[in-house]
């Protein structure tokens, strides 16, 4: 079995998010929940992947934006075309990149900001330790 992550981020947009992270980005809608012990939720994720990101909101509770610009997710995406493809479908989404507060990430990737103002890049280059 391998260990599956689970990122877990409340929110103030819900829905607002949900358009980024799953129309823009693509990542599926795997489970959601409303009014689960006052919170509403979605896990957007890969089906086969092991992990995945839920989004929460209570209802009455204001949690605010990202404290920085640099907490980010990353994705690596080494083929190209996969890469392109998900820079164009969150331009497409009508999400325009923005500067990198850290510069090394502009160097082979494009960074977007969510509507918390988190961010992620889209690495186009394979992951290596």
Do not use: C
Not at 23 to 48: K, R
């Amino acid at each position: 079995m391998v260990p599956k992550l689970r990122v877990a981020r409340p929110t103030d947009q819900l829905a607002a998010v949900l358009r980024f992270y799953r129309d823009g980005l693509g990542l599926v809608e795997l489970a959601s929940f409303v009014a689960h012990n006052g919170f509403d939720g979605v896990m957007l994720g890969h089906p086969n992947a092991p992990y995945h990101l839920e989004f929460t909101h209570q209802p009455g509770h204001e949690v605010g934006r990202a404290p920085t610009a640099d907490n980010l997710l990353v994705f690596y995406l080494p083929d190209a075309a996969e890469w392109q493809a998900a820079v164009q479908r969150l331009r497409a989404a009508g999400f325009a990149p923005v500067a990198s507060y850290n510069p090394y990430w502009d160097q082979l990737g494009v960074t977007f900001e969510d509507p918390d103002g988190y961010r992620v890049v889209l690495q186009q280059t394979a992951w290596e330790l």
